[in-house]
């Protein structure tokens, strides 16, 4: 280890007693944990955000394997260099060594790289560990997927990185208030090896060995946006942000979002809550909301920041402009008042399914009217239980494309009504 290394490279965990995080994984009897220590490796990927010691696993694993440990990175090798350790590793094989090969952002391969790696998976010639921040299931050929258990790391928690930094502040001799250690946790979203890069930097423009916030602020080039993301301002710009959304003020609420997103805000958190949004204030008024939203939380996971930050700006201000309902969101709380009340109301005969001959002689399916078979594709049979007949929860407004559900319902509403009164029942 030398002195001039970064600070993330000297503070690399040599052990798994050593490795922050991850310990649904590497916790001991946890499955990673056991593979590692019994040196009984299988292949497989490693997926997880950058930061989150992908790498460093793979590390610990060339330190105590009995097999010969190649890296090999996707950004600068092909497909020669691939058939070059290839040969390598079945030369290993005749002489009864085992041939790990750690394949860095192993998503950037193409296809037909992927495939140079599959019949040397397949016949044992080297044991394959791929990382990557990419969806497996996406990025990773299928053939090669299935012979690789896929292991999910995750961010690291702000306790995780501050037990990091705290390690980190003594290698560097200098010294922060604990607000200010927890600030550098927050900002890093996760990412352990931005969070040591950031104290570095501090470290360095620290003056007289003390790290305060104001050189955080300027390290990051963040004027006191900084803020707790599990305190009183995080909720508090999340509350503004909906309410702006809500009250369809596309200003205040792109405001907010930079805001938040300025902060340090995690994006995939906000594009969660605008999904929620897109049906609770909007609903059937405008349906492709939340299409809208589900698109934005797709951009943020794909691309992530700073990038990202456009497609949330675009959902929020659709969201603020569309025509706003919440009766979809009134209709289920009704109904969910409802449901928690009459747990123990049966599904009525005619609703149930009956898949043996013993529920049909119990009469289940009984009465059941299949709406495809009728001109109108409805019928006037009754769905609720028989103790909530003739209650209502939807009650759709007049708002954008509301107004024709509710036109719609009116009809369906009148039409049952009708063919009710002329049932042979009635």
């Known amino acids: 280890m030398h002195i001039n290394e970064p600070l993330a490279a000297r503070m690399r965990p040599q052990t798994l007693d050593e490795f922050a995080g991850q310990t649904h994984l590497i916790a001991p009897g946890k499955i990673l944990r056991k593979i590692i220590d019994s040196d009984n490796i299988p292949s497989m990927i490693f997926w997880g955000p950058p930061g989150v010691g992908k790498t460093t696993l793979a590390g610990i694993i060339a330190r105590k394997t009995n097999a010969e440990f190649i890296t090999f990175s996707a950004v600068t090798g092909g497909i020669k260099e691939i058939r070059e350790v290839m040969k390598q590793a079945d030369i290993n094989r005749n002489f009864k060594t085992r041939t790990i090969l750690f394949v860095d952002e192993i998503h950037r391969f193409n296809k037909a790289q992927q495939d140079a790696f599959l019949p040397f998976v397949e016949r044992g010639s080297i044991i394959l560990i791929g990382a990557t921040t990419e969806n497996p299931s996406f990025e990773i050929n299928g053939a090669l997927l299935s012979r690789c258990k896929v292991f999910v790391l995750k961010p690291l928690s702000p306790d995780d990185i501050t037990g990091l930094l705290r390690r980190g502040l003594g290698l560097l001799h200098v010294a922060a208030d604990d607000d200010v250690v927890r600030m550098i946790a927050e900002f890093a979203n996760g990412d352990a090896r931005s969070a040591l890069s950031l104290l570095e930097m501090a470290a360095i423009n620290s003056d007289g060995g003390k790290i305060t916030a104001d050189v955080i602020e300027q390290c990051t080039s963040r004027k006191s946006l900084l803020y707790d993301k599990n305190g009183e301002e995080h909720y508090n710009l999340i509350s503004a942000l909906h309410k702006s959304m809500r009250n369809s003020d596309p200003d205040a609420a792109v405001y907010w979002l930079a805001r938040m997103l300025e902060a340090g805000e995690d994006p995939l958190y906000i ?4 999904v929620r949004f897109a049906s609770e204030d909007v609903g059937l008024a405008e349906p492709s909301a939340l299409n809208m939203a589900v698109s934005a939380y797709h951009a ?3 691309i992530g920041m700073p990038e990202c930050s456009v497609n949330l700006a675009q959902a929020v201000i659709h969201m603020s402009i569309v025509p706003k309902s919440n009766a979809v969101d009134v209709a289920y709380q009704s109904a969910k008042n409802d449901a ?15 898949p043996t001959k013993l529920m049909r002689e119990l009469e289940y399916g009984k009465g059941y009217k299949f709406a495809h078979d009728y001109e109108e594709r409805v019928t006037e049979m009754e769905c609720l239980p028989e103790n909530l007949r003739g209650h209502e929860y939807y009650h759709p407004s007049e708002m954008g494309s509301e107004s024709h559900y509710k036109k719609r319902l009116e009809n369906i509403k009148e ?3 009708n063919h009710k009164k002329n049932s042979p029942s009635s």
């Open 271 to 274: 594009a969660r809550r605008v």
């Open 300 to 302: 943020c996971h794909f």
């Open 340 to 354: 928690l009340h009459s747990m123990a109301e049966p599904v009525p005969l005619h609703l149930r399914n009956a």
């Open 415 to 417: 039409w049952k009504a």
